[in-house]
C-alpha cells in the first residue's frame, strides 16, 4: 500500500460563509425594522458561520 497515492479530502468550508450571510440577510428582512439592521443581521450571520466553522466543523475532520 506504500505505491498508493493519498486521497487527500475537499475541504467544503467555504460554503457556509455565503450561506450564513444569505441566512443572516433574509432574518433582517423578515424582521424588517430597517435597511441598516438588515445589514446587521447580515454580519451577525457571518459572525455565528466563523465561529461555528472555526470551533464546531474543526471537530468533524477528527472523525
Known amino acids: 500500500?506504500?505505491?498508493h497515492p493519498k486521497?487527500?479530502?475537499e475541504n467544503y468550508n467555504n460554503i457556509y460563509y455565503p450561506?450564513?450571510?444569505v441566512t443572516g440577510l433574509f432574518v433582517g428582512v423578515v424582521i424588517?425594522?430597517?435597511p441598516l439592521w438588515i445589514l446587521v443581521?447580515?454580519?451577525i450571520g457571518?459572525?455565528?458561520t466563523a465561529f461555528f466553522v472555526?470551533?464546531?466543523a474543526k471537530s468533524g475532520e477528527e472523525a
Open 32 to 34: 424588517g425594522t430597517s
Open 1 to 3: 500500500m506504500a505505491h
Open 41 to 43: 443581521s447580515g454580519i
Open 19 to 21: 450561506v450564513g450571510l
Open 54 to 56: 472555526q470551533v464546531l
Open 46 to 48: 457571518l459572525l455565528f
Open 7 to 9: 486521497t487527500e479530502k
